[in-house]
Protein backbone atom coordinates (compact mmCIF):
# COMPACT_ATOMS: atom_id res chain seq x y z
CA UNK A 1 0.00 0.00 0.00
CA UNK A 2 2.82 2.66 0.72
CA UNK A 3 4.06 2.02 -2.67
CA UNK A 4 1.35 2.76 -4.48
CA UNK A 5 0.71 5.93 -1.81
CA UNK A 6 4.24 6.78 -2.76
CA UNK A 7 3.50 6.19 -6.96
CA UNK A 8 -0.04 8.32 -6.23
CA UNK A 9 2.18 11.32 -4.65
CA UNK A 10 4.87 11.06 -7.69
CA UNK A 11 2.21 11.18 -10.28
CA UNK A 12 0.28 14.27 -8.64
CA UNK A 13 3.92 15.87 -7.99
CA UNK A 14 4.30 15.27 -11.68
CA UNK A 15 1.07 16.73 -12.93
CA UNK A 16 0.97 19.87 -10.74
CA UNK A 17 4.65 20.64 -11.81
CA UNK A 18 4.04 20.38 -15.13
CA UNK A 19 0.67 22.63 -15.16
CA UNK A 20 2.72 25.05 -13.13
CA UNK A 21 4.99 25.71 -16.06
CA UNK A 22 2.28 25.46 -18.88
CA UNK A 23 0.39 28.27 -16.69
CA UNK A 24 3.97 29.88 -17.36
CA UNK A 25 4.54 29.50 -20.74
CA UNK A 26 0.66 30.44 -21.75
CA UNK A 27 0.76 33.73 -19.89
CA UNK A 28 4.52 34.83 -19.04
CA UNK A 29 5.50 36.08 -22.71
CA UNK A 30 8.77 34.75 -22.06
CA UNK A 31 10.62 34.02 -25.72
CA UNK A 32 11.29 30.37 -25.05
CA UNK A 33 7.80 29.87 -25.16
CA UNK A 34 7.10 32.17 -28.31
CA UNK A 35 5.22 30.31 -30.80
CA UNK A 36 5.00 26.82 -29.59
CA UNK A 37 1.51 26.58 -28.84
CA UNK A 38 1.40 26.97 -25.43
CA UNK A 39 -1.99 28.07 -24.86
CA UNK A 40 -3.31 24.90 -27.35
CA UNK A 41 -0.77 22.89 -24.37
CA UNK A 42 -1.93 24.27 -21.39
CA UNK A 43 -5.70 22.34 -21.94
CA UNK A 44 -4.26 19.14 -24.20
CA UNK A 45 -1.68 17.85 -21.70
CA UNK A 46 -3.86 17.62 -18.18
CA UNK A 47 -5.88 16.09 -20.06
CA UNK A 48 -4.30 13.92 -22.13
CA UNK A 49 -2.12 13.07 -18.70
CA UNK A 50 -5.42 12.30 -16.25
CA UNK A 51 -7.07 10.42 -19.71
CA UNK A 52 -5.91 6.84 -19.26
CA UNK A 53 -6.48 6.83 -15.35
CA UNK A 54 -9.70 8.06 -15.57
CA UNK A 55 -10.86 5.85 -17.88
CA UNK A 56 -9.19 2.88 -15.86
CA UNK A 57 -11.52 4.07 -12.76
CA UNK A 58 -14.23 4.65 -14.91
CA UNK A 59 -13.77 0.54 -15.75
CA UNK A 60 -12.51 -0.25 -12.76
CA UNK A 61 -14.67 1.45 -10.22
CA UNK A 62 -12.26 1.05 -7.52
CA UNK A 63 -9.77 3.57 -6.71
CA UNK A 64 -7.33 1.41 -4.69
CA UNK A 65 -6.21 -0.86 -7.26
CA UNK A 66 -5.19 2.05 -9.84
CA UNK A 67 -1.56 1.10 -10.95
CA UNK A 68 0.07 5.26 -10.11
CA UNK A 69 3.70 3.83 -11.21
CA UNK A 70 2.50 3.32 -15.19
CA UNK A 71 0.76 6.46 -14.67
CA UNK A 72 3.61 8.46 -13.62
CA UNK A 73 4.92 6.91 -16.22
CA UNK A 74 2.89 8.28 -18.87
CA UNK A 75 2.59 11.21 -17.36
CA UNK A 76 6.42 12.08 -17.02
CA UNK A 77 7.11 12.77 -20.36
CA UNK A 78 4.46 15.68 -20.73
CA UNK A 79 6.59 17.21 -17.64
CA UNK A 80 10.07 16.28 -19.24
CA UNK A 81 8.65 18.23 -22.53
CA UNK A 82 7.54 21.12 -20.84
CA UNK A 83 10.90 21.42 -18.36
CA UNK A 84 12.98 21.40 -21.50
CA UNK A 85 11.07 24.57 -22.45
CA UNK A 86 10.99 26.31 -19.76
CA UNK A 87 14.84 25.51 -19.11
CA UNK A 88 15.30 26.58 -22.93
CA UNK A 89 16.90 22.82 -23.73
CA UNK A 90 15.23 23.44 -27.08
CA UNK A 91 17.69 26.20 -28.39
CA UNK A 92 20.12 26.30 -26.22
CA UNK A 93 21.14 22.00 -26.03
CA UNK A 94 20.81 21.47 -29.94
CA UNK A 95 20.14 17.00 -29.36
CA UNK A 96 17.75 18.06 -26.76
CA UNK A 97 14.99 17.20 -28.92
CA UNK A 98 16.10 13.68 -30.23
CA UNK A 99 17.08 12.69 -26.80
CA UNK A 100 13.63 14.10 -25.39
CA UNK A 101 11.71 12.06 -28.25
CA UNK A 102 13.65 8.86 -27.26
CA UNK A 103 13.33 9.11 -23.85
CA UNK A 104 10.31 10.48 -23.56
CA UNK A 105 8.69 7.85 -25.96
CA UNK A 106 10.68 5.28 -24.18
CA UNK A 107 8.59 6.01 -20.72
CA UNK A 108 5.43 7.05 -22.18
CA UNK A 109 5.47 3.02 -23.58
CA UNK A 110 7.02 1.62 -20.80
CA UNK A 111 3.76 3.05 -18.79
CA UNK A 112 1.11 2.05 -21.26
CA UNK A 113 3.20 -1.22 -21.69
CA UNK A 114 2.35 -2.26 -17.96
CA UNK A 115 -0.83 -1.62 -18.68
CA UNK A 116 -1.16 -3.99 -21.88
CA UNK A 117 1.25 -6.77 -20.17
CA UNK A 118 -1.89 -7.16 -17.40
CA UNK A 119 -3.68 -8.65 -19.74
CA UNK A 120 -1.10 -11.16 -20.20
CA UNK A 121 -0.50 -11.11 -23.78
CA UNK A 122 0.65 -14.31 -25.67
CA UNK A 123 2.77 -14.75 -27.01
CA UNK A 124 5.24 -12.41 -25.38
CA UNK A 125 6.66 -11.42 -28.68
CA UNK A 126 3.30 -9.86 -29.60
CA UNK A 127 3.23 -7.98 -26.72
CA UNK A 128 6.80 -6.51 -27.77
CA UNK A 129 5.25 -5.93 -31.03
CA UNK A 130 1.73 -4.30 -29.88
CA UNK A 131 3.67 -1.53 -27.60
CA UNK A 132 6.28 -0.71 -30.01
CA UNK A 133 3.45 0.16 -32.88
CA UNK A 134 1.22 2.03 -30.42
CA UNK A 135 4.80 3.77 -29.98
CA UNK A 136 5.04 4.24 -33.86
CA UNK A 137 1.50 5.19 -34.19
CA UNK A 138 1.45 7.81 -30.92
CA UNK A 139 4.87 9.42 -33.07
CA UNK A 140 3.09 10.13 -35.46
CA UNK A 141 -0.13 11.43 -34.29
CA UNK A 142 2.13 13.58 -31.95
CA UNK A 143 4.18 15.43 -35.17
CA UNK A 144 0.97 15.86 -36.53
CA UNK A 145 -0.18 17.66 -33.29
CA UNK A 146 3.43 19.88 -33.50
CA UNK A 147 2.80 20.92 -37.29
CA UNK A 148 -1.02 21.79 -36.79
CA UNK A 149 -0.39 23.92 -32.99
CA UNK A 150 3.15 25.63 -34.39
CA UNK A 151 4.97 24.15 -36.87
CA UNK A 152 3.05 24.97 -39.81
CA UNK A 153 2.67 28.76 -39.01
CA UNK A 154 6.35 28.98 -37.47
CA UNK A 155 9.45 29.83 -37.88
CA UNK A 156 10.85 25.76 -37.73
CA UNK A 157 8.60 25.19 -41.37
CA UNK A 158 12.13 24.53 -43.63
CA UNK A 159 13.64 21.97 -41.36
CA UNK A 160 10.44 20.35 -40.39
CA UNK A 161 10.67 16.99 -42.74
CA UNK A 162 13.52 16.09 -41.31
CA UNK A 163 12.43 16.57 -38.00
CA UNK A 164 9.73 15.11 -38.28
CA UNK A 165 11.00 12.17 -39.28
CA UNK A 166 14.25 11.10 -37.21
CA UNK A 167 11.64 12.39 -33.90
CA UNK A 168 9.32 9.42 -35.54
CA UNK A 169 12.07 7.15 -35.64
CA UNK A 170 13.20 8.03 -32.00
CA UNK A 171 9.77 7.75 -30.76
CA UNK A 172 9.86 4.25 -32.35
CA UNK A 173 12.64 3.19 -30.97
CA UNK A 174 12.11 4.31 -27.23
CA UNK A 175 9.01 2.42 -27.66
CA UNK A 176 10.93 -0.85 -28.53
CA UNK A 177 13.11 -0.06 -25.49
CA UNK A 178 10.07 0.57 -23.36
CA UNK A 179 8.57 -2.73 -24.48
CA UNK A 180 11.73 -4.43 -23.52
CA UNK A 181 11.92 -3.32 -20.16
CA UNK A 182 7.95 -4.35 -19.78
CA UNK A 183 9.02 -7.65 -21.59
CA UNK A 184 11.80 -8.30 -18.80
CA UNK A 185 9.89 -6.78 -16.10
CA UNK A 186 6.61 -8.75 -16.14
CA UNK A 187 7.51 -11.56 -17.75
CA UNK A 188 7.52 -13.90 -14.10
CA UNK A 189 4.67 -11.14 -12.65
CA UNK A 190 1.24 -12.98 -12.07
CA UNK A 191 -0.98 -10.74 -14.04
CA UNK A 192 -3.14 -10.58 -10.61
CA UNK A 193 -0.47 -8.67 -8.90
CA UNK A 194 -0.19 -4.98 -9.11
CA UNK A 195 1.79 -4.34 -11.81
CA UNK A 196 3.10 -0.13 -11.85
Known sequence: MQLRSTAFRVAMIILALTVAQLALGAFAGLQQYEG????????????????????????????????????????????????????????????????????????????????????????????????????????????LGEWYTFIRRGTELDGAYEDTLSDELLGTLGAFIGAMIVHWTTRTTSTKSPVG
Open 36 to 143: KGFGYRLVVYPFLMLLVPAVWWWRTRDASTLPWGAFALIMSPFFIDITGNTLDLYDSFEPWDNVNHFVNWMLLLWGCGLLIARADVQPRWLLVFGITGLGAILAVAWE
